[in-house]
């Protein structure tokens, strides 16, 4: 376990110290500048109090005013709020402080010997930058990442594995949550990215392996700053694939070196082989086409016109096990679904109807026999051959997420937490036996807690689910 966050230290305080340190100097100059010259024309020692007062009031702007301005987790808010009360708390604390430092800095100029200043500067300037320091990493820093491993059940849902905490937001600038989750094919590692970095985290030695630095808009490397919102990794577990809002990074995993990038994001997927690529191409437009690449060179092979509407959260997408079809749900107000050949980028056929709302999420069985939406607050089982409904489960809400086992006979759904007819709330993890639309197990969220995204290994053995801490992990034993 790392004790200190030292990723937070370097891309987070370190900018704030050197932007504080600029503000006091300038006031401090400024401020001390004219107390110094006012307690040497009184003194009539003007080269003892002119270069003191100064230090001192840049000192008592650190201590006094920067240090409340920038520790407090309210000055991240943003908005107007936020902006005018960083104007209302400098208007306050920048002539307290920079007044009261420059007095001090002067006396202590006046006072002291000439052998001891030097030192004493160092002194005050040490502490200055460490009570500043420790300050904003107290109030401000998250947690230090930790997996935390854990057994037994937790409300007679799934044995635990146990959980990854470090992701908690204290404000809005940092981190901001967690946006994707993804496991390595042998299940045996998770990468969860968020706004910061993508972490690989070995689950069995509970540890984390690596840690790497987004792609800045400039083509630069800088901490992550688009939200990832999607994650792919090839069956060799050697190359990650991340869709974040404008652009499409395809890198090595093991490495975190950047291979190609792609005009794309949001959504990605790739085919069972992992040698071709599906994802949204980037367009100005309300409605997306969907992109074919080359994984190995990034080279875009063709579109497919699926005219998707991307108004709403959620991607109704998914990949027949034979890599041969895309699967789409492209309208925001019908069930329409749309099968497209991925090598020729022509649309094989379209059933379903046009009434009812938009599917939010759909997903194709590994198996290929069956496809399951979400809609309209229930879930239909849809049979691939006859492209018929076998099976509606009703009242389950809003279903952001499905995940299907590799035996094609158990899904997992993860709604949106809205309240649904009979009165339930659907704001935890539910797992359905497709076969017959019971339902198995449910978690029932605790108090303030609420689950974003959701992973399942490969091979149907561990479920990770994140949340406002990080990511909790259980084994994935269904024996009812």
């Known amino acids: 376990m790392n004790w200190i966050n030292f990723e937070f230290i370097f891309t987070f305080i370190l900018p704030k110290l050197i932007y504080a340190t600029f503000i ?96 004493f500067t160092l002194i005050g300037l040490i502490f200055t930058y460490s009570v500043m320091l420790i300050s904003m990493y107290v109030t401000l820093a998250p947690p230090p990442f930790q997996f935390i491993k854990a057994s037994g059940q937790e409300q007679n849902f799934l044995p635990n594995i146990g959980k990854i905490i470090g992701y908690e937001q204290k404000f809005d600038s940092f981190y901001k949550g967690i946006r994707c989750l993804g496991f390595t094919h042998d299940g045996n590692k998770l990468v969860v990215a968020n706004s910061g970095n993508l972490r690989v985290w070995q689950i069995d030695a509970g540890k984390l392996l690596h840690s790497f630095l987004g792609l800045s808009e400039t083509g630069g490397y800088a901490p992550l700053t688009d939200s990832i919102d999607a994650i792919a990794i090839t069956p060799d577990d050697k190359t990650i694939v991340t869709a974040a809002p404008q652009q499409v990074q395809i890198r090595e995993l093991e490495t975190g070196n950047i291979l190609h990038r792609l005009n794309g994001g949001y959504y990605i997927k790739l085919t069972p082989d992992g040698k071709t690529l599906i994802g949204l191409k980037s367009t100005e437009e309300p409605t997306e086409d969907v992109g074919v690449w080359e994984l190995s060179s990034g ?59 938009r599917v939010t999420t759909l997903a194709v069985t590994p198996d290929g026999k069956t496809l399951i939406t979400a ?19 009703p009242n389950v809400g809003t279903v952001q997420t499905l995940l299907v086992t590799p035996d094609s006979r158990t899904m997992i759904s993860q709604g949106e937490g809205l309240q649904i007819p009979p009165q339930q709330i659907n704001d935890g993890l539910n797992i359905w036996q497709i076969s017959t639309g019971k339902k198995l197990f449910t978690w029932k969220k605790p108090p303030k807690f609420s689950f974003t995204k959701v992973a399942l290994s490969p091979d149907g053995k561990t479920l990770a689910a994140s949340d406002h801490e990080g990511v909790r992990l259980w084994r994935l034993a269904l024996t009812r």
Do not use: H
């Not at 699967?327 to 094989?348: F, H």
């Open 24 to 119: 006091s100097a300038v006031i401090g100059a400024v401020v001390g500048g004219v107390i110094g010259l006012i307690m040497g024309k009184i003194s009539r020692r003007m080269k003892e109090t002119l270069i003191p007062a100064m230090l001192g009031s840049f000192i008592g702007m650190m201590l006094l005013a920067m240090i409340p301005i920038f520790a407090s987790p309210s000055t991240y808010i943003g908005g107007p709020f936020g902006g005018l009360s960083i104007l209302l708390q400098f208007i306050v604390v920048a002539p307290a402080g920079s007044i009261i430092g420059g007095v001090v800095g002067g006396i202590c100029g006046l006072k002291l010997s000439p052998q001891f200043k030097p030192r």
């Open 375 to 393: 809609q309209n607050n229930n879930l239909q089982i849809w049979d691939m051959k006859t492209r018929k409904i076998v099976r509606t489960i």
């Open 299 to 357: 080279k875009l092979l063709r579109t497919i016109p699926a005219n998707l509407e991307t108004l709403d959260s959620g991607y109704p997408i998914d990949i027949t096990p034979d890599g041969k079809t895309v699967v789409i749900a492209n309208s925001s107000y019908s069930n329409q679904i749309e099968m497209w050949d991925i090598n020729t980028g022509k649309r094989l056929q379209s059933f379903g109807d046009n009434q009812g709302k």
